[in-house]
């Protein structure tokens, strides 16, 4: 589902293409000018951001933010994002914005979006608890009017009124996974997080590491740990393994490296590569351990992108129902055989440039995508604003 946007420039171009035509203008120079045409049409569209998008005029929605866990950092920058952008030009003029926590489970999330969808709201953001456990109720609020932007997390909802926003965690984990391999030459043990249980987002993660290390005749998956995405629950759960399983070459985390960092070294041991998410923290860490790794930089700002295509949906424009963000990777080193993903850009870690000694490890960075539109103050993801 998506909207057909005609620029002015194009439709003159085609005009043009019909008085060329009764010109005897060459097929070639027809297609030089719809080319140009185009470039220039592309070039005009990328200064666009996405808050250029939104009308500063017209109806103020009604906007709900569903969360369904606030146990990491990433969850609770991505409400203070969300706050930060509705109260910002234009979306302070175009919505209201309500944000609703729920425990980590499907049954009191879907209460919960049961009673926002009662309270009469335009829009529900929902980031769900359980791929499937909420559908039954992501579907009610639909079938009722109510506009739902699934983010995040997955649910396997398909609907007139329903859109989707995400990242592509199944990619994103192979990516980190092809690295590490590289890095530990191809050959090892190796241990896989499973991340929060329940959360289809870190299943679809383990999954995709999984099967990039078994593709690897001389890869060993020795074990796995459930850390519910805190790294003082990695970190335990870590040094159980360890006592079991002391040659380790590589551990996966879905958030924290300092969760390894931190086990192997308390154990006496060798550091081993890991990969982590976009925490400011994790390559401060791996640069103070002098260890290998990689990170994923998943933008907290996703709920922004959410409150962004809630507003131009309700205001009619179209969109696509399923949307796929890519976001960043940087590592300690590069030049490792990528296969398949030879093409991803991999940049190298570098201090004041894609991390920051003197900000918090818990800052996410970047905080939105390039072309989002709005900078998000460094207070508001540390909680000072």
């Known amino acids: 589902m998506k909207r057909k946007f005609v620029s002015g420039l194009l439709c003159a171009t085609m005009v043009g293409g019909s008085l060329f035509g009764s010109m005897n203008v060459t097929a070639e120079e027809t297609e030089a000018v719809t080319e140009t045409a185009n470039a220039e049409e592309s070039a005009a569209d990328s200064s666009e951001t996405d808050t250029d998008k939104i009308n500063p005029e017209g109806e103020k929605y009604k906007i709900a933010l569903s969360n369904s866990y606030m146990g990491n950092d990433w969850r609770q920058q991505m409400e203070a994002i969300a706050e930060y952008v509705a109260s910002q030009e234009p979306y302070v003029n175009r919505c209201e914005l ?131 995405y805190d790294p003082a629950k990695g970190e335990q759960a ?95 080193s590069t030049g490792y055989d990528m296969g398949e993903f030879s093409d991803v850009v991999i940049e190298q870690a570098e201090e004041g440039v894609n991390f920051f000694n003197d900000a918090p490890d818990e800052m996410i960075w970047p905080a939105v995508n390039s072309d989002f539109g709005i900078d998000i103050p460094m207070s508001v993801l540390i909680g000072e604003e």
């Open 98 to 228: 309500t944000i609703v926590n729920c425990e980590n489970d499907a049954e009191s999330q879907s209460a919960s979006i049961d009673a926002l969808s009662a309270q009469g709201y335009d829009a529900i953001l929902v980031d769900p608890a359980s791929e499937t456990g909420v559908n039954q109720a992501i579907q009610r609020a639909a079938d009722s009017g109510i506009l739902v932007v699934v983010f995040d997390q997955p649910a396997s909802v398909s609907s007139d009124n329903v859109y989707h926003i995400s990242f592509d965690g199944d990619r994103n984990y192979r990516i980190l996974s092809t690295w590490m391999a590289g890095a530990i030459g191809e050959e090892g043990n190796v241990v896989l997080c499973e991340g929060l249980q329940g959360a289809a987002e870190a299943e679809l993660e383990y999954n995709a590491s999984k099967e990039v290390f078994e593709s690897y005749e001389n890869i060993n998956i020795v074990a796995s740990y459930q850390d519910d």
């Open 238 to 332: 870590l040094s159980s393994i360890i006592a079991a399983n002391e040659n380790i070459d590589a551990v996966t985390t879905q958030g924290y490296v300092s969760a390894v960092i931190n086990a192997f070294d308390k154990a006496g041991l060798d550091i081993p590569v890991s990969c982590g998410g976009g925490y400011n923290g994790n390559l401060k860490a791996l640069a103070a351990s002098g260890s290998e790794g990689i990170i994923n930089a998943y933008y907290a700002g996703l709920s922004a992108n959410a409150l962004n295509y809630a507003i131009r949906i309700l205001d009619g424009e179209e969109m696509e129902e399923f949307s796929v963000l890519d976001c960043a990777f940087v590592a300690t």
